[in-house]
């Protein structure tokens, strides 16, 4: 955190947070392996993950764009 006469001004984000997935949506998994489909983290942060991720995984998110980065 950044302060300025011990006031908060900024926050530095790290690059990456791991989040826990609490729902996958299922529309087109069947039909397409490869397909995305959105996710809904703990946090209620919507994200597209690939069909091998699953409720109750953890998975890396990209701060600065809030992409999915991996299965961790």
């Known amino acids: ?13 790290p690059s990456s947070v791991i989040m826990r997935v ?3 949506d299922m529309v087109g998994r069947f039909w397409r392996a490869i397909m995305e489909g959105p996710a809904r983290l ?15 995984d953890r998975i890396r998110v990209n701060t600065e764009n809030g992409e999915y980065m991996e299965r961790v």
């Open 42 to 56: 703990e946090t209620g942060l919507a994200v597209m993950v690939p069909p091998i991720v699953s409720p109750g």
């Open 1 to 13: 955190m950044l302060l300025l006469n011990s006031e908060p001004v900024g926050v530095e984000l």
């Open 22 to 24: 609490k729902r996958v």
